[in-house]
């Protein structure tokens, strides 16, 4: 499938022009970073809190995300679904609090209170006790149930004999709870061992099964943050320094390491510039889709490239730029239809991928098109920039 024909582009006699549109964004970047004081970056790198909630029922994110901004003003959280969509299973990523506990302890009462705001239940206020309250052990699940005594044993058994065998109830409740992840109801504890019917009515009066559990919250402290910090900003630049060093042995020439290392973090550095210009935060993630963007980038680039090696031979009458020209030209088809393709993909994946992968796409999107830009109109002017400057060096020194 061809959808340019007989191109005759003079890309190279317009690289001035590609030059100063390149060095506006990058300015803009700049700029932006400046104003914004710096990336904003995400909990991966500030440390914080991450928790995961399983709800009884599909829990509305949007009501979810507003219960935690009013109990954490100041505070973006970010929420993520996971596992099967019938388990309800939500991760909740927030920053740390300034004058709130480091503990784990302290962040999970936070969460909790902003759940319990915005999934209220009838039995909230009275002395019922959650059975999905995570915090809900064997011990203070066996103490309570000892004091009620559903199983009605306190006339026939002795004290240890009560104790025993409420540790066991309170086990297998808790062993209940745990498989099916959150108790959609006191109803749920039928079939367990010892339940009979009367001591599960007699349950529901001092027990009921709250709207979600929080099954596991993690603190993330500053150091980690710190850590993954520069592993990410390692994991950029010796990205880059071996395709500096792979392209030029591959082609012979430091001028075409160089110049698809600069069409690189040109590349990374527009893609940067978005993320500050449009607020969103820099994560892990976003990480990931950077460097899979220099993966994609730095393929065109070498397509362009391999063409220019091959027409050095072939067109040995032509000039250099004449040669770059024609093999731009040549590539072009094949370099739109396949960013064209993906971009069509990645696109989708943005309008429709929901929050959770809005950074990834997003990167993605504008890296695709800043790529496949710079491929064509950065790439190649610097090879051919870098080549006449070694040149007028090497007959200035004849």
């Known amino acids: 499938m061809e959808i340019f024909r007989n191109v005759q582009f003079d890309w190279l006699g317009k690289r001035g022009y590609f030059f100063l549109v390149s060095g506006a964004l990058i300015l803009m970047s700049a700029v932006m970073f400046l104003v914004r004081g710096g990336f904003i970056l995400g909990i991966d790198f500030t440390g914080g809190t991450v928790a995961q909630v399983q ?50 302890e302290g962040q999970t009462r936070l969460i909790k209170e902003a759940l319990k705001a915005s999934f209220p239940s009838d039995a909230a ?102 850590d993954l910090r520069e592993k990410a900003a390692y994991a950029v630049l010796f990205s880059l320094a071996g395709m500096l060093v792979y392209i030029a042995f591959r082609f012979k020439s430091w001028s075409y390491g160089i110049g698809a290392v600069v069409a690189l973090f040109h590349d990374v550095v527009i893609t940067l510039g978005f993320f500050l210009l449009t607020g969103r935060e820099i994560s892990l993630i976003v990480i990931a889709s950077l460097l899979t963007l220099v993966g994609y980038s730095v393929n065109d680039t070498i397509v362009i490239y391999d063409r220019i090696r091959e027409n050095l031979r072939l067109l040995r009458k032509e000039s250099f730029l004449q040669i770059m020209n024609a093999s731009i030209n040549q590539t072009l088809n094949r370099t739109i239809l396949t960013s064209g393709l993906t971009f069509l993909a990645v696109i989708s994946i943005f309008l429709f991928g929901g929050e959770v992968l809005d950074g990834f796409s997003f990167a993605l999107v504008i890296g695709i098109i800043v790529g496949t830009y710079s491929s064509i109109a950065i790439a190649s002017p610097i090879v051919l920039a870098w080549d006449s400057f070694v040149k007028r060096n090497l007959e200035g020194k004849r």
Not at 68 to 77: H, N, Q, S, W
Not at 182 to 199: F, I, M, P, Q
């Open 55 to 104: 709800f009884q029922q599909p829990p509305d994110l949007g009501k979810l995300r507003s219960a935690l901004e009013t109990k954490l003003p100041g505070v973006t959280p970010f929420l993520q679904t996971f596992g099967k969509a019938a388990e309800n299973r939500v991760q909740i990523k927030m920053e740390k609090q300034a004058g709130e506990s480091d503990s784990v």
């Open 125 to 226: 206020g009275s002395d019922r006790i959650d059975l999905n309250d995570g915090d809900l052990g064997v011990a203070g699940l066996s103490a309570a149930m000892l004091a009620q005594d559903p199983l009605n044993i306190k006339p026939v058994k002795t004290l240890s004999e009560q104790t025993a065998a409420y540790d066991a109830l309170a086990a297998r409740i808790l062993e209940k709870r745990k498989t099916l992840g959150v108790l959609k109801s006191t109803d749920d504890l039928r079939g367990v061992e010892s339940v009979s019917d009367a001591a599960l009515s007699k349950i529901k009066e001092k027990f009921y099964a709250g709207a979600f559990s929080v099954q596991g919250v993690q603190a993330i402290g500053a150091i980690v943050g710190k």
